[in-house]
């Protein structure tokens, strides 16, 4: 019987630590269109200094683990940090902000289209344990894209053909934020396990269940 409680207390916690996905912007398009992102701190080629804010409703209840989202940087170039934040407002950073080094583990080139930039597609990990609420309103902004010549070329893909997603997009310049960006959002995408994160109801309906399946079992042991 040690047995069977050892095994469906793995799937227990398999189940808890399960990845999903939060939401989904689409995938990542690289051919169309997409908007700097290397502002405040570098100014674009336009000599604007840019970043982008994404508005979404949460697709379930999730601790984050992980964002994803594609990049342009001008072609021969490498990418190597960009600054996210996560908040309940556009550019808000309430909930999450942080720096991330860029290598090789965590962006990986695609293709250069034919604008002549390279697009990555840029997968990091969210600092532990932001939980997302299932039809909760958030912003996912993207900031300080750089590289190692500080060309301020990095972009934000938008996927669709260039016309973006649904999520509401924002565009600040020089810190003031100028409202909806024209088009739909940009490509990205936040996965996140169960966790501990589900009501306490939730939860003694999902232990009750396991404890009628481990009864069950050891009836049929028994016998």
Same mark, same amino acid.
């Given at each position: 019987?040690?047995s ?8 227990? /916690? ?11 912007? =689409?995938? &990542?398009?690289?051919n169309?269109?997409?908007? #700097?992102?290397?502002?405040?701190? !570098? ?7 840019q ?9 379930? +209840? ?11 940087i001008?072609?021969?170039l ?10 309940t407002?556009? !550019? ?6 942080? +720096? ?6 965590n962006?990986?080139?695609? !293709?250069?289209?034919?604008?002549g #930039?390279?697009? #990555?597609?840029? +997968?990091?990990? &969210?600092v ?10 958030y ?6 894209a ?11 893909? &938008?996927?669709?053909? =260039?016309?973006?997603g649904?999520a509401? /997009? ?5 810190g003031?934020n100028f409202?909806? /960006?024209?088009?739909?959002?940009e ?8 966790g ?9 309906l !999902?232990?009750?269940g ?9 009836r049929r042991?028994?016998?």
């Amino acid at each position: 019987m040690r047995s069977t409680s050892f095994f469906l207390l793995t799937i227990l /916690c398999l189940a808890l630590t399960a990845s999903a996905q939060i939401y989904s912007e =689409g995938p &990542i398009d690289g051919n169309n269109n997409g908007f #700097y992102i290397s502002g405040p701190n !570098f100014p674009n080629p336009e000599g604007s200094f840019q970043d982008i804010s994404n508005g979404f409703v949460a697709a379930d +209840t999730l601790i984050l683990n992980t964002l994803e989202f594609g990049e342009w940087i001008l072609s021969g170039l490498t990418p190597s940090s960009i600054s996210y934040e996560i908040g309940t407002s556009a !550019f808000g950073a309430d909930l999450e902000s942080w +720096t991330v080094a860029q290598n090789a583990s965590n962006s990986h080139l695609l !293709f250069t289209n034919g604008y002549g #930039y390279d697009v #990555y597609d840029v +997968t990091v990990g &969210i600092v532990c344990c932001l939980t997302m609420r299932f039809g909760g309103t958030y912003w996912v902004s993207l900031s300080n894209a750089n590289d190692t010549s500080n060309s301020g070329t990095e972009g934000w893909d &938008i996927p669709d053909g =260039g016309l973006g997603g649904p999520a509401t /997009c924002n565009f600040r310049q020089s810190g003031t934020n100028f409202g909806d /960006c024209g088009l739909g959002g940009e490509s990205f995408t936040i996965n996140g396990y169960l966790g501990w994160a589900p009501e306490p109801s939730s939860i003694l309906l !999902f232990g009750s269940g396991i404890l009628g399946i481990a009864g069950i079992l050891r009836r049929r042991l028994n016998r």
